[in-house]
């Protein structure tokens, strides 16, 4: 994978190039997560800003999360011997959409996951569909038909809720992982076929 640095050469007047858009998802992925993770930071040491910042802290891990599923689906689906049977929408922000076919298919290339070691994962993702099924509650403050955001959410434990993210993250990490290294494996092998 390339450097996710944007272009810099001389006489060069392109900030963003395709390229780097595609050599970067990663960063996105990660990005999102360190941004949640500083203001998490800021909010223990300073004992200030909750009330304010955890609306982005929410909306920061739910997109890390989301685009991490979305890596690990699009992984498992290159390594997959049948990928257009897990057919999906790739515009799809409902985790509840996302993350079982992710589920299903992390074993179906990978056999050393079992389903119980994903339990930390089914928890943040039922908790966080269940506060913004949409993905837009953590948002906006009121939905398109009047109605108030996140009701019935009265309180949120940052720190706790950032440990559960964590946890959840740093697994699906190494998912990640693990599927580009198969992938890595699949591309050396097929090369080593092409050369007889």
């Known amino acids: 994978m390339g450097s996710c640095a944007a272009p810099s050469a001389k006489g060069d007047d392109k900030f963003i190039t395709t390229d780097y858009l595609q050599q970067c998802r990663t ?10 993770d500083i203001l998490i ?14 609306y982005p802290v929410l909306f920061l891990y739910r ?21 257009d049977k897990h057919q999906y929408k790739k515009d799809d922000h409902n985790l509840n959409n996302l993350w079982p076919l ?9 056999d050393s996951y079992r389903p119980s070691d994903f339990k930390i994962v089914k928890e943040v993702v039922k908790a966080l569909h ?45 998912v990640d992982n693990g599927l580009r290294y ?8 097929n090369q080593i076929l092409d050369s007889f």
């Open 41 to 54: 930071n800021h909010i223990d040491e300073s004992g200030r800003d909750q009330d304010f910042l955890v």
């Open 182 to 189: 198969l992938l890595d494996c699949k591309a050396e092998w």
């Open 102 to 110: 992710a589920q299903k298919l992390i074993p179906e290339v990978d």
């Open 27 to 36: 960063a996105y992925t990660e990005g999102y997560r360190r941004a949640a």
């Open 130 to 174: 269940q506060a913004d099924e949409r993905a837009t509650d953590f948002r906006y403050a009121g939905r398109n038909d009047g109605t108030r955001s996140l009701e019935g959410i009265h309180y949120v434990n940052t720190r706790r809720f950032g440990e559960k993210m964590g946890e959840a993250s740093d697994l699906l990490d190494g």
């Open 63 to 83: 997109h890390h999360l989301e685009l991490l599923i979305k890596q690990i689906i699009g992984l498992a689906l290159a390594l997959a011997e049948d990928p």
